[in-house]
């Protein structure tokens, strides 16, 4: 009798940036293979898995991977040897160098790629290629938190607690952050501070299953958030809220916030917001009287033109009363991809350099530079962020592109120029293991390793460092990142810089590019990774047990105290009205991941839900003629898409709601506009005006 052979794979989710831990075991038994996945025990997902975790096994086993390099002949892709591939890539890089210069060839990576992969790509960039263009996907998720993070505490690390004080804390605000669908597996921390006796707040345009565990739930309207902070801020400030102790000791420029609050009238915020007086009133009474409060955002308060102003208002309030830097205290920026956190560290981003290390300091270049064995004048300088590189794709000013770990065909916003852009370039080099809709722009295709074969560390949401080590080997010819850039340097003629044998040698190096770095690696190593739960930074020394709760005793500013800063109630934003009556506004659903590259390769979650939708409230529906489940047409002034129509009342009446999802015509990033924030470059996915047509009325 034959029996059943079992591979099991110790793994680690590659979605969101909870990071679960789980065994995933191979079963092969008269010829047919079955998967079963269980959730393992680690500290922040304590054991639970959500339905992308249980179903991710999907995408890395599907018959649909790219197993060998692809270069496009006569415009179809056939197989060449990696040979051939890095010869090519070589060749067409060097010669758009000479022909133009450095710069004409940008690196543009991802979130989800590991530590080492991100340093290594940074590195890529500025020793083999010499291009100062080099940005990633983050900057789409993360810059607007980073950039207030660093502004008022001088460091940017989602959470500033690790997660098991959430449960200690009084009072959560939960603004633009629906946790129930993006990290499911943090539910329970929520529901037990309840528990608790914790008392909810939860601010977003649309009734969430997040919202629906609140005990206030803030309607606001799309792209207000900033204001409504001063709202809760005026509330604060009137009551005598404030931690004057905390307020004297701690902060700076509290007395400026106070002027701007004293001139704000609560019923002009109001209205503004379309959050009713009284909730206001009692949201920031709620939060004054507690006795420890946590504030989290996402991307419905970050992806604005002045998202990263709306996080330093909702910081103020952190700071006004004094709850930060002490046990249920604090604030967090809900990081998104797998390592949304570590990705943003460690020089992926156009100024920065290791161990979040600026590009433009001298001190910063000559230490990385002595690391990296090159010239400090040899590094360039800053790039520009990732919408930016698409536009100077689009201008030709950019002739090469070497992606790896993004889709930006449907994650940029005002994709059709995007798309129109990419398809200018003279050399597109996309690494991926799915032929992803940018994929399939490339000129040359490289395969590259899923999670269950790649080693690397992740940093999860809590800025906790987690070991994931390959489970099986990759298919076909595919290749680890890491060991593509190391090819594709050696190919320039850098080998000498790039002489990686592993993954743990790579962080050897980043340990040493970080040290003394605001984000310091160097006490971390993979056999603590092994041994402990993961390790927070910053982690200084091998002994140093890692800083779970950060600003205990000051922050890393040069004064050592956090900035305050008063923030405008408005913002020039697209308004809605005329030919655009409605707020569009776009985020996420339970079951798919960004823009579905991955998750649609899964049968389970595709069943689920397999076509994009847009969520409309019944009045407005019914004003503009539209039945539920009926194929709409929904337009911007940049484009349009046709998806199906969702009546729902837990939308506000003058927004809709599209998921990000799918690509195509269903693409809701056609409609999205391409303003960014000043300050961080994060574009405004979170409100544009549109408008919706039933599609039967066109023909
Ligand atoms: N299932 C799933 N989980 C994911 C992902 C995924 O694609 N699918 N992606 C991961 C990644 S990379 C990220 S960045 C995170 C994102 O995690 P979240 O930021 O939580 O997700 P979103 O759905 O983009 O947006 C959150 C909420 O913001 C609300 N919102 C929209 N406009 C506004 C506004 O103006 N103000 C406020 N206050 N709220 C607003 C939306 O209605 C939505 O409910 O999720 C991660 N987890
Ligand atoms: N309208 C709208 N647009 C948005 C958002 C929104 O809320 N609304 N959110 C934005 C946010 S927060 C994000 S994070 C971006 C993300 O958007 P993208 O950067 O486009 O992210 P993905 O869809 O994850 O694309 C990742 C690609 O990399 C591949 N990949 C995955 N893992 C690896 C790996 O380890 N190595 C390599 N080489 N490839 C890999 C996948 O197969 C996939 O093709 O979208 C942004 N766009
Ligand atoms: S998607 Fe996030 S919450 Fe779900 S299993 Fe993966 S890491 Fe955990
Ligand atoms: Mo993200």
Not at 4 to 17: D, G, I, N
Not at 266 to 291: H, N, S
Request: proline share 5%; charged share 25%; hydrophobic share 35%.
């Amino acid at each position: 009798m034959e029996t059943a052979v079992k591979t099991v794979m110790e793994t680690q989710c590659p979605f969101c940036s909870v990071q679960c831990k789980m065994t995933v075991t191979e079963t092969e038994e008269q010829g047919h293979t079955t998967y079963h996945v269980a959730p393992k025990q680690n500290a922040a997902s304590e054991g639970r898995l959500c339905i992308k975790g249980m179903n991710a096994y999907q995408h890395a086993l599907t018959g649909e991977r790219i197993t060998e390099p692809l270069m496009k002949k006569n415009g179809e892709f056939v197989p060449v040897s990696w040979e051939e591939a890095y010869k090519q890539i070589a060749e067409r890089f060097t010669a758009l160098q000479h022909q133009f210069n450095r710069d004409t060839i940008g690196v543009y990576g991802g979130g989800s790629l590991t530590n080492e992969t991100s340093y290594t790509l940074g590195k890529f960039a500025r020793v083999a290629l010499q291009t100062k263009y080099i940005d990633y996907n983050g900057r789409f998720c993360m810059s607007a938190a980073a950039a207030a993070g660093n502004q008022a505490f001088g460091i940017d690390r989602g959470l500033t607690n690790p997660l098991s004080e959430v449960r200690e804390s009084d009072c959560l605000i939960l603004a633009g952050t629906n946790i129930a669908e993006c990290q499911p597996t943090l539910m329970p921390y929520f529901r037990d501070a309840k528990e608790n006796g914790a008392f909810i707040i939860v601010i977003d345009p649309r009734s969430t299953a997040t919202a629906e565990m609140a005990d206030m739930h803030l309607k606001v309207k799309p792209g207000t958030d900033a204001a409504l902070a001063n709202g809760l801020l005026k509330v604060i400030i009137d009551n005598g809220y404030i931690d004057k102790v905390f307020l004297a000791a701690r902060t700076t420029g509290f007395e400026e916030v106070k002027a701007h609050i004293d001139s704000c009238k609560i019923e002009e915020i109001a209205a503004l917001t379309g959050v009713p007086q009284e909730d206001i009133e009692r949201a920031g009474r709620k939060f004054g009287q507690a006795a420890s409060g946590m504030i989290l955002t996402a991307r419905g308060v970050e992806q604005q033109t002045d998202g990263s102003l709306a996080v330093r208002n909702f910081i103020n309030l952190l700071l006004a009363t004094g709850k930060i830097g002490k046990r249920g205290s604090g604030y967090g920026a809900v990081t998104g991809q797998a390592n949304g956190q570590g990705g943003r560290e460690h020089g992926q981003k156009a100024d920065q350099l290791p161990g979040y290390r600026s590009i433009e300091n001298e001190e910063h270049r000559a230490y990385i530079a002595k690391i990296w064995g090159v010239d400090a004048e040899s590094l360039p300088g800053k790039g520009v962020s990732a919408y930016e590189m698409m536009e100077k794709v689009h201008a030709q000013e950019i002739r090469g592109l070497f992606l790896m770990g993004s889709n930006p065909i449907v994650s940029n916003p005002n994709a059709n120029f995007v798309e129109e852009g990419l398809r200018k370039l003279d050399f597109l080099v996309v690494a991926d293991m799915l032929f992803s809709e940018t994929a399939q722009l490339a000129d040359v295709i490289l395969p590259t390793a899923a999670y269950l074969e790649n080693t690397g560390t992740l940093t999860n949401l809590e800025g906790r460092v987690l070991l994931r080590e390959a489970a099986r080997p990759a298919p076909g010819l595919a290749k680890q990142d890491w060991e593509i850039l190391s090819d594709i340097a050696a190919s320039l003629g850098k080998a000498a810089h790039f002489s990686y044998t592993d993954a743990e040698g790579i962080f050897e190096e980043l340990r040493l590019a970080s040290k003394g770095g605001i984000a310091d690696y160097y006490g971390i190593t993979y056999d603590r990774l092994r041994k402990e739960e993961g390790v927070y930074w910053p982690c200084p020394s091998p002994e140093h047990p890692g800083e779970a709760r950060l600003f205990e005793a000051s922050f890393p500013r040069p004064d050592g105290r956090a900035a305050m800063v008063p923030v405008p109630n408005e913002f020039p934003k697209e308004q809605a009205g005329g030919d655009y009556p409605l707020y569009l506004t776009t985020g996420r659903v339970l079951g798919h991941y960004l823009t579905g590259v991955q998750t649609h390769q899964s049968p389970t979650l595709e069943a689920q839900q397999f076509e994009s939708f847009v969520e409309i409230h019944p009045k407005t529906a019914r004003r503009l003629k539209i039945k539920d489940d009926s194929l709409v047409k929904v337009r911007s002034r940049r484009g349009e898409v046709v998806v199906r129509s969702k009546l729902t009342a837990s939308i506000r009446e003058d927004t809709i709601f599209m998921p990000m999802h799918w690509d195509g015509i269903q693409n809701v990033n056609k409609l999205t506009s391409e303003a960014l924030d000043p300050a961080c470059k994060m574009p405004g996915f979170k409100v544009c005006a549109a408008m919706v047509t039933p599609l039967s009325a066109q023909y």
